[in-house]
């Protein structure tokens, strides 16, 4: 195999990685796999590495900044062995209790549950509250619900995660904390302490502007948005700890504290208790570069759609969502005027739905709900009259209750509404909604809003409602962007 | 002992056998990283990687029963990932959603990855030390494109180097990378008296 081949086809590589391959590479690529043998060596060593930097990449680099730190012995010291052992059988006694309940509701929930599983890999799950109120998480709150990757947002109480990988994480207090996988979390704001089981490699929590790891031991992390400070403090063991921006990396051993602030990695005051920084609550202002777009500006409109295409059955103050095997099956159909933002490059986009009772006398499940979006790809579809909506001629309309015709739209991402609550707002902000908005090019984009679960039942068939642009006095179906200065426009 | 194309278990939560299910959480925590690395190494795409991901680890669990205690669960495990990923790709050939590698070549890489576990499970020392002797510029490549989860586009626009020239330095990235954890390979069997 010549250098030219090899190049070309780590080239190749790039673009499976980008999910960008074209036919010509793709036939390019498979004749040279089935044809030399070295060609496949190198295609496995190659992938096998993009997976290992994907799946360990903070890990891999707090790996690299670990052994640079233990080679310097004059700034380190050994490693401090695990101080409370008289806890450790206590605590695994605890953790074997918990495992089986955790197994059994885990099984529980691969099994009744299926369709939602297909969406998230365990990660943790949520082993204890009290005394906690909820902020718009991404993920069910529901004590002993296995959680995948996302966000949890706790305005208050505390709350214990155990990973799969044994850890155990505390949070407390207002914390805007997110699961990324069964060994690395990222705190957005607040407090998180964690206990690192012996067993693990290491257990890392990322802040915006600093990386901490820990392998057997417990550590708090607390960030504070507000001035972008991170505070590291060791209780057992020992914390590798990196700056983001500088790059900068130190160890912190047992009873000490480190500071992160945005432009350094300091030694910090370990006089001071756990949970130092004053973190004020955050504005309930929009930033002047936030911009919203509502479904009742502009061309913007809003309508639902019902197979029986029955008037009796819609309410023109709510979007209804239904997934059933009858003609009462529902989907909302949502389409915004992007003209305010038209020529503007913008991020974080996030579409905001307001919960309803839909007042319908059936009972409404108290289950975790899941909706899917989708983004109608095929812009010529954008003219539709909410007036004139009907199950036949609504764009890209299939008639299964929780999917679309997929050549004429894509999916945007999933909303899940806990416990099938009926009041507060529940959004949807992803990468693929921002790139969906950025694509536009008619100034209109239509989004779809259907139920993927659960299924309506004999017991609880009522629909799910959220806010119209006719409501009135809830916010409608609205688009939040964060403007972006310098960068290229749409 | 069976492939593990899906058998389904008995449907209701409380015939649960909690032993087989810490059993089974047991030995897929044991074998998750290799067989995410299996799936991410046949399909580099994140996105399609973990849809399969997902559903293999169902299919293990619903044939749960007809897995041999004691036998390989990885290799178990890795046979059911291809068949996800032999379905997924006659689905995008199907319906003309995306280009990709023909089957047989699947099961040709699939098999070479399995003659190949023992190096593969010992990979993250080498590739950290490697990773730390690129150059800073090529570092901050590999940073954005693991870290910052960036696209070609995206780390062509913030290097300020041209679609062409990225791929170039991606490339060249890859291939030393590779040859570092070779060399590192050999150094360590010298080191060990294997060499």
């Known amino acids: 195999m010549n250098s030219r081949d090899q190049t070309a086809l780590c080239r190749i590589i790039e673009r499976l990685v980008d999910d960008d391959l074209t036919e010509q590479d793709a036939n390019w690529l498979n004749d040279l796999l089935q044809n030399d043998p070295e060609a496949r060596t190198l295609f496995l060593d190659l992938t096998h590495d993009n997976a290992m930097l994907y799946l360990n990449w903070p890990q891999l680099e707090q790996h690299q900044n670990h052994n640079t730190l233990q080679s310097d012995p004059p700034s380190v010291s050994p490693v401090a062995h695990h101080a409370a052992t008289g806890l450790r059988p206590y605590f695994w006694n605890g953790v074997s209790v918990l495992a089986v309940c955790t197994c059994i509701l885990i099984s529980a929930w691969l099994w009744s549950a299926p369709r939602q599983t297909t969406h998230a890999p365990f990660v943790a799950t949520l082993t204890h509250s009290s005394n906690a109120r909820w902020a718009e998480s991404t993920l069910p709150t529901t004590v002993h619900t296995p959680l995948g990757p996302g966000r949890m947002r706790l305005k208050h109480g505390t709350c214990t995660l155990r990973y799969t990988s044994g850890v155990e994480v505390l949070l407390s207090g207002d914390v805007d904390f997110e699961l990324i996988d069964s060994s690395t979390a990222k705190l957005h704001s607040g407090v998180a302490k964690a206990k690192v089981p012996k067993s693990l490699d290491r257990f890392t929590i990322n802040t915006p502007n600093a990386s901490s790891a820990e392998q057997d031991g417990e550590f708090s992390v607390t960030y504070n948005p507000g001035d972008r400070t991170s505070r590291i403090r060791v209780i057992e063991g020992k914390v590798s700890v990196r700056h983001q921006q500088t790059g900068k990396q130190r160890i912190a051993q047992k009873g000490e504290a480190l500071e992160a602030t945005h432009s350094d990695l300091l030694q910090a005051d370990n006089s001071i208790p756990e949970g130092e920084l004053r973190i004020p609550p955050r504005s309930n202002y929009l930033s002047d570069d936030t911009m919203r777009i509502t479904t009742a500006m502009g061309r913007g409109g809003d309508a639902t759609i019902i197979m029986s295409n029955d008037p009796t059955f819609l309410d023109p103050a709510l979007i209804t969502v239904k997934n059933c095997e009858s003609d009462y099956r529902r989907k909302g159909y949502l389409r915004f005027d992007l003209k305010t933002i038209k020529g503007s490059n913008f991020d974080n986009a996030k579409l905001i739905l307001t919960l309803q009772e839909t007042h319908w006398a059936h009972l409404r499940a108290p289950h975790d709900v899941l909706y899917s979006v989708f983004g109608v790809t095929d812009e010529s579809l954008d003219g539709w009259r909410p007036e004139d909506l009907r199950w036949e001629n609504a764009p890209a309309n299939v008639d299964a209750s929780d999917q679309v015709d997929e050549s004429k739209a894509r999916r945007l991402g999933s909303m899940l509404v806990i416990d099938g609550r009926a009041t507060g707002q529940v959004a949807l902000q992803s990468k693929e909604l921002n790139q969906f908005l950025q694509e536009d090019t008619n100034g209109l984009v239509t989004l779809i809003v259907v139920r993927d679960s659960p299924v309506s039942s004999d017991d609880y068939s009522t629909p799910n409602g959220f806010a119209s642009r006719r409501h009135n006095s809830q916010l409608p179906p609205t688009l939040e962007v964060q403007l972006v200065a310098n960068e290229e426009s749409i | ?195």
């Not at chain 2, 169902?58 to 390989?72: N, R, V, Y």
């Not at chain 2, 080498?126 to 590999?142: N, S, V």
């Open chain 2, 1 to 195: 002992m069976t492939t593990p194309e899906i058998q389904s278990r008995p449907s209701a939560p409380q015939d649960v056998d909690s032993d087989a299910t810490e059993q089974f959480l047991r030995l897929l925590g044991q074998h998750e990283r290799m067989l995410a690395a299996f799936v991410m190494s046949m399909l580099p795409n994140v996105s399609d990687s973990d849809d399969i991901l997902q559903e293999t680890k169902i299919a293990l669990w619903q044939s749960f029963d007809s897995f041999e205690i004691g036998t390989d669960f990885g290799a178990w495990a890795r046979r059911a990932a291809l068949y996800r990923i032999l379905d997924f790709r006659k689905r995008m050939a199907r319906e003309k959603l995306k280009f990709g590698i023909s089957e047989e070549n699947y099961r040709s890489l699939a098999k070479e990855f399995e003659d190949s576990t023992s190096i593969t499970k010992n990979k993250f020392g080498k590739l950290a030390t490697c990773l730390a002797r690129l150059p800073d510029e090529h570092q901050q490549m590999i940073r954005m494109r693991y870290m910052e989860k960036m696209d070609i586009d995206q780390i062509a626009s913030a290097s300020g180097r041209s679609r062409a020239a990225t791929y170039r330095i991606l490339s060249r990235i890859r291939l030393s990378l590779r040859e570092c954890v070779k060399r590192e390979e050999c150094r360590m069997m010298h080191a060990l008296g294997d060499g």
